[in-house]
């Protein structure tokens, strides 16, 4: 089991950054990935990025040059740098964690909200 404590978030203006912080702690393979996704109300959650322990990494189209993601295997956390935001990056940010192998666990974060006002 890999438990997920996540950081960050808030209310931000238009145009603002915000930095997000997910910190892994348990049974954690060693090939992985760890990333960002998003939901609102009466919508699917999707995948904003993702990086491999690797650092292999993937953005969705919408956060490309904006949205940073970066990870320390050492400490096994992950930050997603949110530059650039737009009231349609309102959203409630989950962190997420997957097994690249043994036995392809998944886990979730709590959540965290990110407001942009315009």
């Known amino acids: 089991q890999v438990q997920l404590v996540e950081s960050g978030g808030g209310l931000v203006q238009a145009g603002g950054s915000l930095r997000l912080s997910c910190a892994a702690s348990?049974?954690?393979?060693?090939?992985?990935?760890m990333g960002w996704y998003r939901q609102v109300p009466g919508k699917q959650r999707e995948l904003v990025a993702l990086?491999?322990?690797?650092?292999?990494?993937n953005y969705a189209d919408s956060v490309k040059g904006r949205f940073t993601i970066s990870r320390d295997n050492a400490k096994n956390t992950v930050l997603l740098q949110m530059n650039s935001l737009k009231p349609e990056d309102t959203a409630v940010y989950y962190c997420?964690?997957?097994?690249?192998?043994?036995?392809?666990?998944?886990?979730w974060g709590q959540g965290t909200q990110v407001t942009v006002s315009s």
């Open positions: 348990g049974s954690i393979f060693s090939l992985n990935a």
């Open positions: 997420n964690y997957q097994s690249l192998g043994g036995s392809w666990t998944t886990s």
């Open positions: 990086i491999t322990s690797g650092g292999n990494t």
